[in-house]
């Protein structure tokens, strides 16, 4: 496994001949360093010059100045085939080679490099593995017998063949529906977390930029930089009228989505077995102050909301048709997730459970709003 | 009317004006396939060389073949050349043509997916570019063989030693005799229709990734389901 190597852009511009600044594509004097293992999304309208930002780095397109590092090196030293071979490219469109089954595409810069065949094959199976497709059922189709979905993992795994220290992907999910991109965007992301790979990656979509990124580079068109920071920085305090506009007015709902109920601690709820005795039931709640109680099973999952005064005086506590538990919520639920499900059962808290399903506790709307109120740290 | 007694007596014949025939197709179409490929590969890394390869081998397809085979006679005298020569001539056009249409459909983001990954410009050429102009550049050799075989029996007018099969016709129209003329018809289309079919399977064997269309459903589906009732 090769270690990520952090890219660094210095004064970088890029002109076109025969128009002024401002045209389509055109970079003007960016820097911004991405650190070894970081997702840097780049993020703008069409034009802006993110994508000729992307392209310089594996010189499909050479900088009109500036220089461009990779680790400590100049790219422009590198040989531009070698310096390509080691940088892992996926496109919208994905351009696998039709002409080539899915095994001998994700082999594509092993083979370049000269691998044995036999590795060359353990490497594209090892591949296809990570990005969720059986090798024994996929290695040797050809492309135009696979899902647009099924592609784009294609794309990713030939991308990683060589396990390049840098990835460049350009609008890798825009051309899928947006349930496949949602599935493809949470699986690089967990691919990521083992990966750690420096990844450079190109959206127009800013809810794309803020989930992907660790940090976020919003262009302006005429490839002006006109914001880097981490997404929460960004969604926070936007630097100009600029990015403002461009996150959107609903900014503050966006930085909902960064937050994970994992990160918060839930407030704690009076709970009560099923088959507990009801009298001792009814003491606990009165000292609680808040009139429900949550009835659990015997794992203490969540069974259902029950009034404490609808408690029998004696005998055992038994589910009653009170009201429904939910909803619920798991670490990995964002804030703006769990709000939306708040509002939509019409309530004021919902039930934070453990991997288990187990109740750890509750958050309450207005831990949420809090949040949309705090400065970005 | 067909004298088949004549016919079954000089089978020999038949059959070595076949291979002739197919001898001057294959070498018209083996030196045109690689003069067209020359100039395809030269007008699509410079575009501007396109349209005056495209109206030169075009004015040259204008030339009528009648004409041209006897003009050559002072030059290559009665050698292969002087009936190879305007056979090759003629089948730049569909070559030259075929070639660049099978170039210009390799899709853009196939040529930067192999630029991106590493490919040198002669590995992409050749691994990437060619192998996916293959529907085309068969397209173009099965249309400029079969227009080749047609061509060949005008080359039977140069004298006996040339023609093909197109001997019998010149001299089944010389002696007034309809059954040479319809032997060396019939046999000339049958070559034409052999070769063609010999082509096309050809080109299936090479080009396995292109879904061949099936009876029922959707060509190469990824997965086969049961179809609900």
Same mark, same amino acid.
């Given at each position: 496994? /090769?270690?990520?190597?952090?890219?660094?852009?210095?004064?970088?511009?890029?002109?076109?001949?025969?128009?002024?600044?401002?045209?389509?594509?055109?970079?003007?004097?960016?820097?911004?360093? &991405?650190?070894?293992?970081? =997702?840097?999304?780049?993020?703008?309208?069409?034009?802006?010059?993110?994508?000729?930002?992307?392209?310089?780095?594996?010189?499909?397109?050479?900088?009109?100045?500036?220089?461009?590092?990779?680790?400590?090196?100049?790219?422009?030293?590198?040989?531009?085939?070698?310096?390509?071979?080691?940088?892992?490219?996926?496109?919208?469109?994905?351009?696998?080679?039709?002409?080539?089954?899915?095994?001998?595409?994700?082999?594509?810069? %092993?083979?370049?490099?000269?691998?044995? %065949?036999?590795?060359?094959?353990?490497?594209?199976?090892?591949?296809?593995?990570?990005?969720?497709?059986?090798?024994?059922?996929?290695?040797?189709?050809?492309?135009?017998?696979?899902?647009?979905?099924?592609?784009?993992?294609?794309?990713?795994?030939?991308?990683?063949?060589?396990?390049?220290?840098?990835?460049?992907?350009?609008?890798?999910?825009?051309?899928?529906?947006?349930?496949?991109?949602?599935?493809?965007?949470?699986?690089?992301?967990?691919?990521?977390?083992?990966?750690?790979?420096? =990844?450079?990656?190109?959206?127009?979509?800013?809810?794309?930029?803020?989930?992907?990124?660790?940090?976020? $580079?919003?262009?302006?068109?005429?490839?002006?930089?006109?914001?880097?920071? /981490? %997404?929460?920085?960004?969604?926070?305090?936007?630097?100009?009228?600029?990015?403002?506009?461009?996150?959107?007015?609903?900014?503050?709902?966006?930085?909902?989505?960064?937050?994970?109920?994992?990160?918060?601690?839930? $407030?704690?709820?009076?709970?009560?077995?099923?088959?507990?005795?009801?009298?001792?039931?009814? @003491?606990?709640?009165?000292?609680?102050?808040?009139?429900?109680?949550?009835?659990?099973?015997?794992?203490?999952?969540?069974?259902?909301?029950?009034?404490?005064?609808? #408690?029998? $005086?004696?005998?055992?506590?038994?589910?009653?048709?009170?009201?429904?538990?939910?909803?619920?919520?798991?670490?990995?639920?964002?804030?703006?997730? $769990?709000?939306?499900?708040?509002?939509?059962?019409?309530?004021?808290?919902?039930? &934070?459970?453990?991997?288990?399903?187990?109740? !750890?506790? #509750? *958050?309450?709307?207005?831990?949420?709003?809090?949040?949309?109120?705090?400065?970005?740290? | 009317?067909?004298?088949?007694?004549?016919?079954?007596?000089?089978?020999?014949?038949?059959?070595?004006?076949?291979?002739?025939?197919?001898?001057?197709?294959?070498?018209?179409?083996?030196?045109?396939?690689?003069?067209?490929?020359?100039?395809?590969?030269?007008?699509?890394?410079?575009?501007?060389?396109?349209?005056?390869?495209?109206?030169?081998?075009?004015? #040259?397809?204008?030339?009528?073949?009648?004409?041209?085979?006897? #003009?050559?006679?002072?030059?290559?005298?009665?050698?292969?050349?002087?009936?190879? =020569?305007?056979?090759?001539?003629?089948?730049?056009?569909?070559?030259?043509?075929?070639?660049?249409?099978?170039?210009?459909?390799?899709?853009?983001?196939?040529?930067?997916?192999?630029?991106?990954?590493?490919?040198?410009? !002669?590995?992409?050429?050749?691994?990437?570019?060619?192998?996916?102009? *293959?529907?085309?550049?068969?397209?173009?050799? @099965?249309?400029?063989?079969?227009?080749? *075989?047609?061509?060949?029996? *005008? /080359?039977?007018?140069?004298?006996?030693?040339?023609?093909?099969?197109?001997?019998?016709?010149?001299?089944?129209? @010389?002696?007034?005799?309809?059954?040479?003329?319809?032997?060396?018809?019939?046999?000339?289309?049958?070559?034409?229709?052999?070769?063609?079919?010999?082509?096309?399977?050809?080109?299936?064997?090479?080009?396995?990734?292109?879904?061949?269309?099936?009876?029922?459903?959707?060509?190469?589906?990824?997965?086969?389901?049961?179809?609900?009732?």
């Amino acid at each position: 496994m /090769s270690t990520a190597e952090r890219v660094v852009f210095e004064h970088v511009t890029k002109r076109y001949p025969g128009t002024g600044s401002g045209n389509p594509g055109a970079v003007e004097d960016l820097s911004l360093e &991405v650190p070894a293992g970081k =997702i840097c999304v780049l993020v703008g309208p069409s034009g802006c010059g993110k994508t000729t930002s992307l392209k310089m780095v594996n010189r499909l397109i050479e900088p009109t100045s500036g220089r461009i590092l990779i680790g400590d090196t100049d790219i422009a030293r590198r040989d531009v085939i070698e310096l390509r071979r080691s940088i892992g490219y996926v496109i919208q469109q994905v351009g696998l080679f039709p002409h080539q089954t899915v095994g001998e595409n994700v082999a594509t810069v %092993p083979r370049l490099l000269g691998w044995d %065949p036999a590795r060359q094959r353990d490497r594209a199976a090892e591949l296809l593995e990570l990005v969720g497709l059986d090798p024994a059922r996929y290695a040797s189709r050809y492309p135009n017998a696979l899902s647009g979905g099924e592609r784009q993992r294609v794309g990713v795994a030939r991308a990683l063949a060589a396990d390049p220290p840098v990835l460049l992907m350009d609008e890798p999910f825009g051309a899928v529906d947006p349930i496949v991109r949602e599935r493809l965007q949470n699986e690089l992301l967990r691919l990521q977390e083992h990966l750690a790979k420096t =990844i450079l990656f190109v959206t127009h979509d800013i809810d794309e930029a803020i989930k992907m990124g660790d940090l976020v $580079a919003v262009m302006q068109t005429g490839g002006h930089l006109a914001q880097f920071g /981490s %997404p929460d920085e960004i969604l926070a305090r936007p630097a100009s009228d600029f990015v403002a506009r461009f996150v959107g007015a609903d900014r503050g709902l966006k930085r909902l989505a960064l937050v994970r109920i994992g990160d918060v601690e839930p $407030a704690p709820v009076a709970t009560v077995r099923i088959g507990a005795d009801a009298a001792e039931a009814r @003491r606990s709640a009165a000292g609680d102050g808040f009139p429900y109680l949550l009835l659990v099973d015997e794992r203490d999952r969540p069974v259902e909301w029950l009034r404490a005064d609808a #408690l029998p $005086a004696t005998g055992s506590v038994q589910a009653a048709d009170g009201m429904p538990a939910a909803p619920i919520f798991d670490r990995r639920t964002t804030f703006k997730d $769990a709000l939306s499900m708040l509002l939509a059962t019409d309530v004021q808290a919902g039930i &934070v459970v453990d991997d288990a399903g187990a109740v !750890r506790g #509750l *958050i309450t709307t207005d831990v949420i709003e809090q949040r949309t109120r705090t400065p970005a740290p | 009317m067909i004298d088949w007694a004549w016919i079954l007596d000089h089978l020999d014949e038949l059959a070595w004006r076949t291979l002739q025939h197919l001898y001057l197709t294959a070498a018209s179409v083996a030196i045109g396939f690689a003069i067209a490929f020359g100039l395809a590969v030269w007008s699509i890394r410079w575009r501007a060389a396109l349209r005056p390869i495209l109206g030169g081998t075009g004015l #040259l397809y204008t030339i009528p073949s009648l004409a041209l085979f006897p #003009l050559l006679v002072p030059v290559t005298g009665l050698t292969d050349a002087t009936a190879i =020569i305007p056979l090759v001539l003629y089948s730049l056009l569909i070559f030259v043509r075929n070639f660049v249409a099978g170039f210009d459909a390799v899709p853009a983001e196939i040529l930067e997916a192999a630029d991106g990954t590493g490919y040198s410009s !002669r590995g992409r050429f050749w691994s990437v570019e060619v192998p996916l102009a *293959i529907p085309l550049i068969v397209a173009g050799v @099965r249309l400029a063989t079969v227009s080749t *075989i047609a061509l060949v029996n *005008i /080359s039977g007018l140069l004298g006996d030693r040339f023609g093909g099969l197109g001997f019998f016709i010149f001299e089944g129209i @010389r002696h007034s005799f309809p059954t040479e003329i319809f032997l060396g018809g019939l046999a000339s289309i049958a070559l034409a229709v052999a070769m063609d079919a010999a082509l096309q399977a050809a080109q299936r064997r090479l080009t396995p990734w292109v879904a061949q269309p099936t009876a029922v459903g959707s060509p190469g589906s990824a997965v086969r389901r049961p179809v609900p009732s």
